[in-house]
């Protein structure tokens, strides 16, 4: 049984910074992908970033420079910084585990590479 739990979402102005954690707890977390995704009202289910065992990421374009993934292994924890946020950033943030290293997946910006979820943390960016 895996189990993520994230935390760290708020309200933050625009221009301002969050950083979200992602705690795996289960299965041993060695060599597998971790990724994060968004979901805005009413819209599909977005990549944000992936990150493997050994620190490689991946990251959409849409956050690059911005937004920056990372892990701490022994923890078993995998973080979001969120930085010079927008209102277009608004969204429930998801945590995700595959059960894969981040090579081995096909499309790793592709939801269905993740079996194991969070239940989302929100995030709002006022103007």
């Known amino acids: 049984q895996v189990q993520l739990v994230e935390s760290g979402g708020g309200l933050v102005q625009a221009g301002g910074s969050l950083r979200l954690s992602c705690t795996y707890r289960?299965?041993?977390?060695?060599?597998?992908?971790m990724g994060w995704f968004r979901q805005a009202p009413e819209q599909e289910r977005e990549f944000v970033a992936a990150?493997?065992?050994?620190?490689?990421?991946y990251s959409a374009d849409s956050v690059k420079g911005r937004f920056t993934i990372s892990r701490d292994n022994a923890k078993n924890t995998v973080y979001l910084q969120m930085n010079n946020l927008e209102p277009e950033d608004t969204a429930v943030y998801l945590c995700?585990?595959?059960?894969?290293?981040?090579?081995?997946?096909?499309?790793?910006?592709?939801?269905?590479?993740?079996?194991?979820w969070g239940q989302g943390t929100q995030v709002t960016v006022s103007l």
């Open positions: 990150i493997s065992w050994g620190h490689n990421t």
């Open positions: 289960g299965r041993t977390f060695s060599r597998i992908a």
């Open positions: 995700a585990a595959s059960s894969l290293g981040l090579s081995s997946l096909h499309t790793p910006n592709n939801r269905r590479e993740y079996p194991y």
